[in-house]
């Protein structure tokens, strides 16, 4: 089994996380894991935070010589704004004391946790509160920061099994492409000529991380707009793993399905709302002759699909075809046009303050989900092939690519 916690908030000193249960001799460096922190940032449309982080990761225990050794990985990540913002004054976020003498927020915003959060742990009254900074700083996607750090050990040991995870966005608000048959093909070339890596490079070369510059230009006028009017924007991504064997998940126990885990992967991050495996929602108005790839032989005996509506995942279990989920995310919920509230020291209506936000981070959340995913990608491997060293493991899975007529790594 492995697992991972994050821990930190926003305008607090730092993000640590704990990486666990990894098999001992994967390939794997700070810089790894910092590539992926910076394509984080990716992205047009984020707010005045992007200009004060500088997201590079110190890892602290758990590697030797650029390997994994089998033991608990600690890796810790600095706020920058802890010490160069005014949300992140070191009084405000300080662990001790009394908090004599900082002023409380006290205006939930509609959309954020702050209120259903403030609620549940008693920040909306005394003595604790009114004041909502509790939720929001750890609510806050700050945390997807240290998520995909710790995701993206995993990642790296994917790719020293030639299995790579990429994304790109298929929407921002009003602009974008709904009808899988409109990118198909253009993706399907990259994964031929790359993977899923030549995907994810192709789309971090675009500010809204979409394979078409003529969609990325209009989308970036369209964030623009948004921005002049006061308003935010969500979006809709795909996420695509190659390289993956059949047989991992299960269809015995609701909670070993890989298609239930991969929408998990989605929506586990802030603000995402909506997850679908291969077609989804699409496949709930098609035929079944459109929608169930069928299913042929080659000349080496290797069992293959024309088509991948299924997203290849069948039954729970991955078939052997790219792994394809798309996520969507909501509008970013800090409006600079202010939205009705109550102010919860006074008990009286009031509309939201505006400090900074992002307009939107659809790119960004594209980007944390490749990690997530990766994730759960990693760990079901890791169910099926076991092994307390990376080598053990290696050998298992190319074991099965070699049964299945697949490449190996
Ligand atoms: C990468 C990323 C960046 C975000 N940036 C902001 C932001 O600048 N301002 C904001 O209000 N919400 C932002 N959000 C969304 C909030 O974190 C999210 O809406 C909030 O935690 C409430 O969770 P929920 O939307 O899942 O209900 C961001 C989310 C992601 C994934
Ligand atoms: C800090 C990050 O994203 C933040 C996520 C976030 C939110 O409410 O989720 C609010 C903003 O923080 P701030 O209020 O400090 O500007 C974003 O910048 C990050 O992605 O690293």
Redesign the pocket.
């Known amino acids: 089994m492995i697992r991972y916690l994050t821990a930190g908030e926003s305008h607090g000193p730092a993000l640590v996380g704990i990486v666990e249960g990894m098999p001992a001799g994967v390939p794997v460096t700070a810089a790894d894991l910092d590539e992926h922190l910076s394509r ?1 940032w990716l992205g047009f449309g ?2 005045g ?1 992007a200009k004060i982080e500088r997201d590079k990761v110190s890892v602290l225990s758990g590697l030797r010589f650029s390997h994994t050794m089998g033991s608990p990985i600690a890796l810790h990540l600095a706020n920058a704004a802890f010490e160069k913002d005014r949300a992140g004054w070191p009084e405000v976020m300080a662990a001790g004391g009394t908090g004599e003498g900082v002023d409380g927020i006290t205006m939930p ?1 509609p ?3 702050d209120l259903a959060g403030a609620q549940k742990y008693g920040f909306d009254r005394a003595p604790h509160g009114p004041d909502v900074r509790p939720v929001i700083d750890r ?3 700050r945390e ?1 920061a240290m998520r995909v750090a710790c995701c993206s050990v995993a990642r790296q040991m994917l790719r020293a099994l030639g299995i790579e995870v990429g994304s790109h966005v298929l929407r921002i608000g009003e602009v974008g492409m709904d009808d899988p048959g409109l990118w198909r093909e253009g993706r399907d070339a990259l994964l031929a000529s790359g993977g899923a890596r030549a995907l994810y490079e192709a789309a971090d070369a675009s500010e809204t991380r979409m394979l078409d510059a003529d969609l990325t230009e209009r989308t970036i006028a369209h964030i623009k707009e948004a921005k002049a009017a006061g308003d ?1 924007l969500g979006g809709v991504y795909e996420v695509i793993v190659t390289g993956v064997p059949p047989g991992l998940g299960s269809y015995v126990h609701w909670d070993r399905r890989l298609d239930g885990r991969l929408a998990q992967a989605i929506l586990s ?5 909506a997850a679908e495996v291969g077609d989804g929602w699409a496949a709930g108005r098609t035929p079944g002759s459109e929608v169930h790839d069928p299913i042929s032989r080659d000349a080496r005996g290797a069992y293959r699909r024309e088509s991948n509506h299924a997203g290849g995942v069948e039954g729970g279990v991955s078939n052997g075809m790219p792994i394809v989920v798309r996520g969507a ?2 509008p ?3 409006l600079i046009r202010p939205l009705a509230s109550v102010d919860l020291e006074t008990g009286e209506a009031q509309p939201t303050r505006y400090e ?3 307009v939107t ?1 659809v790119p ?2 594209s980007t ?1 989900a490749e990690a997530t995913v990766a994730w759960t990608i990693a760990e079901a491997l890791v169910e099926r092939y076991g092994g307390d060293t990376f080598e053990d493991l290696r050998q298992r899975l190319d074991a099965d690519r070699e049964r299945f007529g697949m490449e190996r790594a």
């Open positions: 984080r984020r707010g935070r915003r959309g954020h946790a609510s806050s996607a997807t935010t991050i802030q603000a995402q709302k995310m909501k970013i919920p800090t900074r936000s992002d981070s960004a959340a944390v």
